[in-house]
């Protein structure tokens, strides 16, 4: 289950330009820079990422429909402003909860369940 879109809407409007003022240099929160697949216009929108063996791990509370992540899949690499460092990442995948949520502190798992999210994007730092 993913958010409805209105919050989307909201947070796009409200939130994220409040949040990418922090996001990029506070962990877990980051940027992730994207390019859109039929503008070439580049964007920045403020995630909340957790690290992996070999990457990171993303929690996607709108769903993997959104832009972002459509962009990001359809470039096959992307930018991520994460402590004050852009790290380029590859092989985006969608994957369900059962593997991303092994990454995860425990009150995040926590938080993502009683919200329903059950689905994440997987990238690896190159």
């Given at each position: 289950?993913?958010?409805?879109?209105?919050?989307?809407?909201?947070?796009?409007?409200?939130?994220?330009?409040?949040?990418?003022?922090?996001?990029?240099?506070?962990?877990?929160?980051?940027?992730?820079?994207?390019?859109?697949?039929?503008?070439?216009?580049?964007?920045?929108t403020p995630i909340m990422v957790f690290r992996t063996d070999d990457g990171f791990v993303i929690a996607l509370t709108y769903?993997?429909?959104?832009?972002?992540?459509?962009?990001?899949?359809?470039?096959?690499?992307?930018?991520?402003?994460?402590?004050?460092?852009?790290?380029?990442?590859?092989?985006?995948?969608?994957?369900?909860?059962?593997?991303?949520?092994?990454?995860?502190?425990?009150?995040?798992?926590?938080?993502?369940?009683?919200?329903?999210?059950?689905d994440f994007l997987v990238v690896r730092s190159r």
């Amino acid at each position: 289950m993913t958010m409805p879109m209105a919050v989307a809407r909201f947070a796009r409007d409200y939130v994220n330009p409040v949040s990418r003022r922090f996001a990029g240099r506070v962990p877990p929160f980051a940027v992730v820079r994207h390019v859109g697949r039929s503008s070439g216009k580049e964007y920045r929108t403020p995630i909340m990422v957790f690290r992996t063996d070999d990457g990171f791990v993303i929690a996607l509370t709108y769903g993997p429909g959104t832009d972002w992540v459509r962009n990001v899949l359809a470039a096959d690499e992307t930018t991520i402003e994460y402590r004050s460092r852009e790290i380029t990442v590859d092989g985006p995948r969608l994957t369900d909860g059962t593997e991303a949520r092994t990454w995860l502190p425990a009150v995040i798992r926590i938080a993502l369940r009683l919200m329903r999210v059950d689905d994440f994007l997987v990238v690896r730092s190159r």
